[in-house]
């Protein structure tokens, strides 16, 4: 039975982005569910198993590795607010509890497919609430989330650093289970790969629960790339998920070569950098306490308004392809590949549906090259992540003995 919808707050949706989103839904037959908000057929194929297909649309999905979906996902990478209800992201952006699950529930409506979540967003709070959003549109959905920080799996509190001990995973991925209100995980990551821990013995417990139904396919985020290798002979990898958008192209060189050589799909994380390809973010922008990007050294004072250029080249390139510069950031990543699937966070309705709205959007390779040009003319200065937070990425696991 589908779950009743709590009413998604009035909203003005500007005349391009609505525009947009109906020549997207007729591109994706979506447009009856768009215009009656009512809930996909049901009787749809289990969105988790090979072959499957998006609830909604039928004529734009691709392939993500073992998966067919959506050209757009989603990420659900929320906290709790101050009080009950209050709910927040990484960045400025809250919502609360019941607008956050219409939200989820809406983009379920509009086709998006693949759902972005993890064991550390919030701890546990984030999986909570995609788990009851997604009530009776389980089998519309493939629903991902990540284990791999050492987090007490009942009540959240993190212990700090990595644990993909394999007694650790299986607890996790029980407690997960219950959460998520579901039988299976489509898409199991390893968060970061723990170097302590032989990707052999992670790989071969992903095939034990694999085994047991529990977890359907593996992924792995920000892996070092000989990871990548042992853990897939293993157990295949289906899936893996590091950050890339126009803002940090650090992929392209080593990690989309190896997806296409394997026949891994690959996720992008923080699509829209983090805001900052949306337009969000100006030259004099100042982030507060609590705001993630306020240890990020490419948004400090310093390198912000060298890196404005990318915004200005950004936004240039949307007025000329009558898009919004989210949505051009979001379709240049579908046109990098086929594999690709980008999961930008959202707390705003207007924006989940600008943002699914890009799946329209293409260009001809003659735009491509020229936008690459123009891209490889524009240093990205500052690291992308704090060093504390880079030091867990691209990291290789202890050989096995
Ligand atoms: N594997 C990993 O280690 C890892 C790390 C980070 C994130 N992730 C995943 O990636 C997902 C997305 O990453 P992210 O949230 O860090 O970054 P993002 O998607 O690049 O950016 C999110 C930010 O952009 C804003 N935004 C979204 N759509 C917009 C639009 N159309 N116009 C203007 N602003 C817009 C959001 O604010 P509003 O709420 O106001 O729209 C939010 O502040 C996460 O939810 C999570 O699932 C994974």
């Known amino acids: 039975m589908p779950t009743q919808q709590p009413p998604i707050k009035s909203r ?84 609360d509890r019941s607008a956050g699950m ?23 709070f984030s999986e909570e609430l995609v788990g009851e959003a997604l009530q009776g549109r389980r089998n519309q959905v493939v629903l991902c989330t990540k284990f791999g920080f ?9 212990r700090g650093g990595l644990n993909s001990r394999p007694e ?67 157990h295949p990898v289906a899936v893996i998920q590091n950050e890339y958008s126009m803002l940090w ?19 992008c994380w923080s699509p829209l950098g983090m805001g900052f390809l949306a337009g969000t973010v100006s030259a004099r922008t100042r982030f507060g306490e609590g705001d993630f990007r306020a240890a990020v050294p490419r948004f400090a004072p310093d390198a912000l308004p060298a890196n404005m250029a ?7 390139w949307a007025r000329r392809k009558n898009a919004t510069p989210a949505q051009l950031a979001l379709a240049w990543l579908s046109a990098r590949k086929p594999f690709i699937v980008p999961v930008p966070g959202t707390t705003n309705v207007a924006h989940l549906e600008e943002n699914v709205a890009a799946a329209s959007i293409s260009f001809s390779p003659v735009e491509l090259d020229e936008l690459s040009a123009a891209l490889a003319a524009i240093p990205v200065r500052g690291e992308r992540l704090s060093p504390a937070v880079l030091a867990g990425t691209g990291v290789e696991a202890v050989p096995k003995r």
Request: with cysteine.
């Open 12 to 95: 003005q949706v500007e005349s391009i982005h609505r525009r947009q989103l109906l020549a997207a839904a007729g591109t994706l037959a979506i447009v009856p569910a768009l215009l009656s908000a009512c809930a996909a057929p049901s009787g749809a194929p289990p969105a988790g198993t090979a072959g499957a297909v998006a609830a909604a649309g039928t004529s734009t999905r691709r392939r993500l590795g073992p998966f067919q979906v959506f050209p757009i996902g989603m990420g659900v990478q929320w906290h709790r607010g101050r009080t009950p209800q209050e709910v927040n992201d990484l960045y400025a952006s809250s919502t």
């Open 102 to 124: 219409a939200l989820i529930r809406h983009a379920v409506d509009l086709g998006v497919a693949l759902f972005d979540t993890a064991e550390a967003y919030g701890p546990l």
């Open 150 to 158: 050492d987090i007490d799996p009942r009540s959240g509190e993190r």
């Open 168 to 234: 650790h995973i299986r607890e996790v991925v029980d407690n997960q289970l219950r959460r998520l209100r579901t039988d299976r995980i489509d898409l199991l990551y390893q968060h970061r790969v723990d170097p302590n821990v032989p990707i052999e013995d992670v790989a071969g417990t992903i095939k034990d629960l694999v085994a047991q139904g529990k977890v359907l396919h593996y992924g792995m985020s920000e892996p070092g790339l000989q990871s990548v290798r042992r853990a897939h002979a293993v």
């Open 249 to 267: 192209r650090g992929p392209e060189a080593q990690v989309l070569p190896l997806c296409e050589e394997l026949g891994i799909g690959f996720v």
């Open 310 to 316: 990318l915004v200005r080249l950004v936004q240039a």
